[in-house]
T-cell receptor, first 111, second 113 residues
Framework: GQQLNQSPQSMFIQEGEDVSMNCTSSSIFNTWLWYKQDPGEGPVLLIALYKAGELTSNGRLTAQFGITRKDSFLNISASIPSDVGIYFCAGQPGNTGKLIFGQGTTLQVKP | NAGVTQTPKFQVLKTGQSMTLQCAQDMNHNSMYWYRQDPGMGLRLIYYSASEGTTDKGEVPNGYNVSRLNKREFSLRLESAAPSQTSVYFC????????????FGPGTRLTVL
């Protein structure tokens, strides 16, 4: 089946540093989504991307939908301790509503 | 406006027992989904319901059944639980299946002994 490769698997950074993570797929997606999951909670939507080449920001977060429609990246600028959590990318192939999730990037921020 | 709610939050079962996980959304969404989350594997789709009255298999449907009771509610049933079904289960919903932005509930943590 379709798979997403998300990297890196984990990051341990100093507060104030910028963070970058990405997802790649062997298949084309129509939508790319980025979610954050806090411990013991469900994933919360951060950014949704609907068009190839689209660059969207949400506060300190910026995400892009790759031109080939097979990849996406998420950047977090000036990280803070509350950025700690697991970040997931998800892609939607076609219009079925099904999402394919990456394995997640665990982010730890040292104050 | 509670969004997506799930019950129970925690459950421990013995092998062979059955149970139903409940999910409800108050956002008037048409499509609902059930996922399981295992360490290092992200979320995998078990079943989904594109609209009231329809259900379809996802990536890992074996050992599960679902019921779309009405527009608000979508339940997941384990008829004979197995240790391999120990996982965290998430329900999600979206306005229509053509839109990818799904909203998730808080999860049910299930342990099968």
């Amino acid at each position: 089946g379709q798979q997403l490769n998300q990297s890196p698997q984990s990051m341990f950074i100093q507060e104030g540093e910028d963070v970058s993570m990405n997802c790649t797929s062997s298949s084309i997606f129509n939508t790319w989504l980025w979610y954050k999951q806090d411990p013991g909670e469900g994933p919360v939507l951060l950014i949704a991307l609907y068009k190839a080449g689209e660059l969207t920001s949400n506060g300190r977060l910026t995400a892009q939908f790759g031109i080939t429609r097979k990849d996406s990246f998420l950047n977090i600028s000036a990280s803070i301790p509350s950025d700690v959590g697991i970040y997931f990318c998800a892609g939607q192939p076609g219009n079925t509503g099904k999402l394919i999730f990456g394995q997640g990037t665990t982010l730890q921020v040292k104050p | 406006n509670a969004g997506v709610t799930q019950t129970p939050k925690f459950q421990v079962l013995k092998t062979g027992q059955s149970m139903t996980l409940q999910c409800a959304q108050d956002m008037n969404h048409n499509s609902m989904y059930w996922y399981r989350q295992d360490p290092g594997m992200g979320l995998r789709l078990i079943y989904y319901s594109a609209s009231e009255g329809t259900t379809d298999k996802g990536e890992v449907p074996n050992g599960y059944n679902v019921s779309r009771l009405n527009k608000r509610e979508f339940s997941l049933r384990l008829e004979s639980a197995a240790p391999s079904q120990t996982s965290v289960y998430f329900c999600a919903s979206t306005r229509t299946s053509g839109i990818g932005t799904q909203y998730f509930g808080p999860g049910t943590r299930l342990t099968v002994l």
